[in-house]
């Protein structure tokens, strides 16, 4: 084995003991928020994610995760439901070739990511709906400028559906698990455009990046899609980055990420902080209801964010019931 491999290996070593879902000794320390101090431990690599001067190389690379409690209200049918989103944010390594998390380290094919999971439950009347979707962003963007995988399932008293897409050289390739007749089972590919489903990890890295300008080409949200029962295709989209000036959200410094799609009468807006580690304040998502064709407005507002190593709490002790308490979790 060569040098270099050595160091990957050991490289390898660091991120699993830090790394999400390996569980290190539990403790009975209750959750910090995310002004707890920061680790002095620290890890060079070549990209704009891991940038000393904000500290995000501290900052990420605690042996945590970073949990964002968000109230929704959320376009469905005629009308909006109430409900809750969670975006949870950790570091791990992933291998680039299975495109799965890295968990015997026996493959340098391997670079580290940052994974969001963002959950979605609220109900529609009498029964309830549950959205997930998984995002594997790697942070290295110079020699890996693509997200490389993204997951998502809904969930509702009718059925579920199961999508996922991966990056094949330069495409994505897509694939549909649905009990709608019309869809059925499906694969396909598209160019390996911009996902809306990376751009939360993007804004976490560096929202400077963000691409903006008329008339792009854009693969919209996999939730999107589902819930409007629209073809996985890229589609025409204006995009702007500014100051955030409504009311709806509170914070330091906060800019709004807006994405316009013509052919949906659709208006995405990210709203954020601008001040490391760039907290995603909220969003809201405005197109027409499936039945009425009225507009109306998807809306998550942040209420609470923790960092810790949540896959140690996993007892009914009263600690851990406790954390529930605190993030109003349902």
Request: charged share 20%; with cysteine; net charge negative.
């Amino acid at each position: 084995m060569n040098r270099s491999f050595w160091l990957l290996s050991l490289t390898a070593v660091f991120y699993l003991l830090v790394s999400c879902e390996i569980p290190p000794k539990e403790d009975s320390a209750t959750a910090k928020t995310t002004t707890a101090s920061l680790s002095s431990s620290s890890i060079s690599l070549s990209s704009p994610f891991l940038d000393s001067k904000s500290g995000l190389d501290k900052y990420w690379y605690q042996g945590k995760g970073e949990l964002n409690v968000y109230s929704l209200e959320q376009n469905r049918y005629q009308d909006i439901h109430p409900g809750e989103a969670l975006l949870v944010f950790v570091t791990e390594d992933f291998l680039t070739d299975k495109q799965v998390k890295n968990d015997s380290y026996q493959s340098s094919n391997s670079t580290p990511i940052l994974k969001m999971n963002g959950i979605t439950r609220f109900t529609t009347g009498l029964y309830d709906y549950s959205i997930m979707t998984s995002v594997f962003t790697p942070v290295n963007t110079r020699d890996f400028p693509r997200t490389l995988k993204v997951t998502h399932s809904a969930q509702d008293w009718c059925g579920q559906v199961y999508s996922q897409i991966n990056l094949q050289g330069e495409q994505y390739q897509y694939q549909l698990f649905s009990y709608f007749e019309s869809e059925g089972d499906d694969q396909k590919n598209a160019s390996a455009n911009l996902l809306e489903e990376e751009i939360m990890n993007r804004i976490r890295m560096d929202y400077q990046s963000l691409p903006v300008g008329n008339d792009l080409k854009i693969v919209p949200g996999l939730t999107f899609l589902r819930l409007k029962h629209k073809p996985y295709q890229t589609y025409p989209v204006n995009t702007r980055l500014e100051d955030y000036e409504g009311t709806d959200f509170t914070g330091e410094e906060l800019k709004a990420y807006v994405l316009e799609y013509p052919e949906f009468q659709r208006t995405l807006t990210i709203v954020f902080s601008a001040v490391a580690p760039f907290y995603i304040e909220g969003w809201m998502d405005s197109y027409p209801s499936v039945f009425d064709g009225k507009v109306r407005t998807t809306k998550a507002i942040r209420n609470r964010t923790v960092l810790l190593d949540y896959w140690t709490k996993n007892s009914n002790s009263t600690t851990n019931m406790e954390l529930r308490k605190q993030l109003n979790l349902r």
